[in-house]
């Protein structure tokens, strides 16, 4: 048994001094061996190989790396660096099965690519912004109820205690009745909803949190977040996106090998998608061959200009008809006998433009016959200047009544100052100059001002539930009864209303997006105004996901041209960011032009809202940061800085045009490199030595006997004069040339053998003599 336990330790021994008796330079060798399979792992999948050679090599690499990688740390050491190996490992696989995790939470993907295997990859694009926006608003909802609502709730004072939360008495009535909280009166107005609920007070609670610099941050704070998240993400895009090809080189290579939407897992998509690709083949060849013809581009141009100057004044239409019911619901106000349609006469006429004059423009636009891709841009453009152009002619207007409610504010302030003046004069002389406490009367008795920052709150907020209805109503009548109409009704009619007229109805992908982009928009601007309109949009995305995806799964047929959504939604995202900078501008606007309300909101008794910056500057923060501060905000430092950043983006994008020039430049001398290339190997007299051998040993040219070489014209020589050589040497003057020989060619030479031997012939055996005169010195010898 020692012996045993002897000759098995004397084994290990041995193994660990052969392990540890590895030289530098095998041990190089290893690690370089271990490096190449990792790296064989981590690439296998781009490997043009078939599957099972995948699989055995990745097994037989996975087995290496595992057996040998511990063998690379060195006496004491490697326990050590197993340690860290089996750490990396288990660190990558943990990283694996987050990223799986991640993946798997990633919400309505399932939905997402039951839609693209549907309907193809431009309609999926939709729902992936759908989300993407549902996720910033979700953080937008959190900045705002976190830091604006729950601490007003919690720390603030409660409903009732100030005129500002108490509905007015003449009101109270009638403050829960359903139409006035569908106007968003009543109690929805004094409701933590709307800016005048908020107080003004500087600190709140326990914490002493401050209120009104929390709402003046959230506010700048969005933009600023909503900012930054939209420019990363056209970032990242711009990163995926580019590998679509230049569209004026190898027209027929991209066509053929991108143009499928490998993610379509519906026959009738396959279908449409096939037909397309035909057509879109079809339609480049055409091209090509029109490409030197000009018969008809006048045409096209005039029809191009009629189309554009249609829907120039459509969008001039609209925006004055904005504009006419803005200023007629102006006249509304000092009105009480109002019908339901008189009430909401804005909201509606703006709805009803968003729902009628896309179909329009699109009909308009059948006029250019622009590619599909092309035409979609082009449709986007001009929904989002209908939609802008609607906001900005709202915003104006709105602003008007702005002023007219400032107007009136200041009447009610200098009254409301007149009335206290009064009341402590008289109080003084009645009780002969003691101190008047504040007269006892009810909140919901004191005499307020209009508070116009609630009102346009309440604008944008109505606004946004009427877009929800409308567009919710649309799908339903618009596209689930016509589809309830043309499934059931089409056995007993008269013409085949799937293939005619009106047939299943096709998703809308331009004036869902537009429709995204303008309410976001509404949402940026009304959500200063309006803390719960965030909350609001947040539920309006959510409840869109799910409605959306039934109805276009159940009511709406693949495009008739199918075409793949680019790998980059920037334009999307530049749409975005547009109406992000447009947004901002009204709400900048606000804050550092327009007087605060006196009686409502975190801001009353400022001067301008952003004065409670000042006002923590010099309050709460240190003298000399004060000082700092005062010093930033000079206007003789804010002019360089702006120059600064000029000259800075000016510099950035030169650079950048310079790169483009030299990428441009590359790819002309990689073009001018493919084409000699392809000319040198399509040239028939071929350079190449390998080439012309293995044109020699084919079969034919085996063959044929060689040319006979020209002969050139003799010249009389001159006499040639001896030179000496040495024996076995050639002289200069001789040529020693290829396949050229000095003696002459034997006459009696037979040809080539063409057939096989035949039988031999009488003869004399193989051992007789010579006869007479063969042989040497044979025979008589001659006469």
Known sequence: MCDLMMMSSSDSNSDSEEEESLSEGEMAQLLEEVEEKKKLIATIRNKPWRMKRRLVDLKEAQEFVDKFEGALGKGKGRKWFAYKVMMKKKWIKFQRDFENFRTACIPWERKIKDVESHFGSSVASYFIFLRWMYGMNLVLFGFTFGLVVIPEVLMGLPYGSIPRKTVPTPDQDTAQDYSVLMDFNGYCKYSVLFYGYYNNQRTIGLLKFRLPLSYLMVGIGT?????????????????????????????????????????????????????????????????????????????????????????????????????????????????????????????????????????????????????????????LGRIFALFLGNLYTFLFALFDEV?????????????????????????????????????????????????????????????????????????????????????????????????????????????????????????WMGAFYAPGLVGINVLRLLSSMYY????????????????????????????????????????????????????????????????????TIDLDLPAFLGTLFSYA????????????????????????????????????????????EKNRRNNTDSTNQVMKDLEDLLPNRSLMPPAPPPQPVKKPEPEAKPTKTRPGTAGKGVNLQRDVTLAS?????RGPVSRPPGPRGHGPPPGAGPGRGRGRGRGAPPR
């Open 223 to 379: 933009f600023g977040y909503s900012l930054m998240v939209v420019i990363r993400t056209m970032a990242k895009n711009a990163d995926v996106g580019g590998g679509d090809g230049d569209e004026g080189e190898f027209t027929f290579a991209w066509k053929m090998f991108t143009s499928w939407d490998y993610l379509i897992g519906n026959s009738e998509t396959a279908d449409n998608k096939y037909a397309s690709i035909t057509t879109s083949f079809k339609e480049s060849i055409v091209d090509e061959q029109e490409n030197q013809k000009d018969e008809n581009i006048h045409l096209r141009r005039f029809l191009r200009v009629m189309a554009n100057f249609l829907i120039t004044c459509s969008l001039g239409g609209s925006g004055y008809l904005i504009y006419f019911v803005v200023k007629r619901s102006q006249e509304f106000a000092n009105r009480t006998d109002l019908s339901w349609y008189e009430k909401n006469e804005l909201e509606l006429i703006m709805s009803l433009l968003g729902l009628v004059c896309p179909p329009l423009f699109e009909t308009i636009a059948e006029l250019e016959d622009y590619h599909p891709r092309i035409a979609l841009k082009w449709q």
């Open 403 to 523: 002023n007219t409610k400032l107007e009136q504010e200041d009447s009610i302030k200098n009254a409301s100052i007149w009335a206290m003046k009064e009341y402590y004069a008289n109080y003084t002389l009645m009780l002969n100059g003691t101190d008047s406490p504040i007269p006892p009367m009810d909140p919901g008795d004191v005499i307020r001002g209009p508070c116009w920052e609630t009102a346009v709150g309440i604008e944008f907020v109505k606004l946004t539930v009427s877009d929800i209805q409308v567009s919710y109503l649309t799908i339903l009548i618009g596209d689930f009864a016509r589809a309830v109409i043309v499934r059931f009704l089409n056995y007993c009619w008269c013409w085949d209303l799937e293939a005619g007229f009106p047939s299943y109805g096709e998703f809308d992908i331009s004036g869902n997006v537009l429709g995204l982009v303008f309410n976001q928009g509404m949402i």
């Open 548 to 615: 959306q995806c039934w109805a276009v799964m159940a009511t709406n047929v693949p495009h008739e041209r199918v075409f793949k959504a680019s790998k980059s939604n920037n334009f999307y995202m530049g749409l975005l960011l547009l109406i992000l900078f447009l947004s901002l501008l009204p709400v900048v606007f606000t804050i550092m032009t327009l007087p605060p309300s006196f009686d409502c909101g975190p801001f009353s008794g400022k001067v301008k809202m952003f004065d409670v910056i000042m006002e």
């Open 633 to 676: 905000a000079n206007p003789g430092l804010i002019i360089p800085a702006v120059l600064l950043m000029v000259l800075a983006i000016y510099y950035l994008n030169s650079v950048s045009e310079a790169y483009q020039h030299a990428n441009m430049e590359l790819k002309k001398k990689m073009q001018m490199t493919r084409d000699e």
């Open 745 to 749: 060619p034997n006459p009696n030479a």
